[in-house]
C-alpha cells in the first residue's frame, strides 16, 4: 500500500553556515543522490525544500480573543531547527529508509546535521475513529 511520508532535515544553522562552500556541496551532492536514487527505485518525490535561517521565521499566534499576534522566529530556543525535507510517496518504506542513510551520512553529521526523522503522513482513514 503506498504511503506518504515527510523526510525531516533537522540542523545547526550556525554550523552549517560556518562550514566552506566545498564542504556544503559535498552535502548538496549527498541530497542530489538521494533524489536520484529515490525516484530510481520507484519513490515519488512529491516535493522539498531546503528552509532559510529560522531567524527569517515569522511566527503566527492567536491568543484567548482570537487576536492574532506575528512575530519573528525561531520558532524555539534550539541548537537544532528544521532546516529541511523530503515528501515523498511510497510502498517500500524499507527501502526508503535504506536511502535515507544517504543524508543521514558523514557529510550531513559533520555539517551539523541531526538524526533524520522519517514520519508518516497520516490518511483519511486514519482519522475516522
Known amino acids: 500500500m503506498t504511503q506518504r511520508y515527510l523526510i525531516l532535515l533537522p ?3 550556525d554550523a552549517w553556515e560556518a562550514l ?12 542530489d543522490e538521494f533524489g536520484t536514487k529515490l525516484r ?12 532559510t535561517h ?14 492574532v499576534v506575528v512575530s519573528d522566529g525561531p520558532f524555539a530556543e534550539t ?7 523530503y515528501d515523498v510517496e511510497t510502498d517500500n518504506l524499507d ?3 535504506s536511502l535515507v542513510a544517504i543524508v ?6 559533520s555539517a551539523g546535521m541531526g538524526a533524520v526523522e522519517v514520519r508518516r503522513v497520516p490518511t483519511a482513514e486514519d482519522r475516522e475513529p
Open 11 to 13: 540542523g545547526d544553522e
Open 20 to 31: 566552506t562552500r566545498e564542504q556544503r556541496d559535498t552535502v548538496y551532492a549527498r541530497h
Open 40 to 51: 530510481a527505485n520507484g519513490h515519488t518525490v512529491l516535493g522539498g525544500a531546503e528552509l
Open 54 to 67: 529560522s531567524r527569517e521565521t515569522k511566527l503566527v499566534r492567536a491568543d484567548a480573543e482570537g487576536n
Open 79 to 85: 541548537t537544532e531547527q528544521l532546516t529541511g525535507y
Open 95 to 97: 527501502d526508503l529508509l
Open 104 to 109: 543521514a551520512g558523514p557529510d550531513h553529521a
